[in-house]
Nanobody, 122 residues
Framework: QVQLVESGGGLVQPGGSLRLSCVAS????????MGWYRQATGKERELVAEINSGGGPNYADSVKGRFTISRDNAKNTVYLQMNSAKPEDTAVYYCNARGLVTSIGYLGMDHWGKGTLVTVSS
């Protein structure tokens, strides 16, 4: 059974930094794409950033130049470094993984973590 567990959320002041981590577990051999989505109160879930196994990132326009996504394939872990945080970054951040090769075969569907809350406020 594949599980994604996020950590690193919390309260950060405007202009501050925060680093989110997400570990995928469950007899995983490889993961094609890992990423971060967020959902603010009253809004739909949206892509923040994603990265493929080769390291190619994709960012939402709203976070380009401020957030950096990275991954450690050996640890099945993805990170999100959040710099120059803004109040509009406040949301629950969800880890996503898709295209998993596991001991039971290929799993193409999306897998989600339970989310970690990030609050940007003074």
């Amino acid at each position: 059974q594949v599980q994604l567990v996020e950590s690193g959320g919390g309260l950060v002041q405007p202009g501050g930094s925060l680093r989110l981590s997400c570990v995928a577990s469950g007899s995983i051999f490889s993961i094609a794409v890992m990423g971060w989505y967020r959902q603010a109160t009253g809004k739909e879930r949206e892509l923040v950033a994603e990265i493929n196994s080769g390291g190619g990132p994709n960012y939402a326009d709203s976070v380009k130049g401020r957030f950096t996504i990275s991954r450690d394939n050996a640890k099945n872990t993805v990170y999100l470094q959040m710099n120059s945080a803004k109040p509009e970054d406040t949301a629950v951040y969800y880890c996503n993984a898709r295209g998993l090769v596991t001991s039971i075969g290929y799993l193409g569907m999306d897998h989600w973590g339970k989310g970690t809350l990030v609050t940007v406020s003074s």
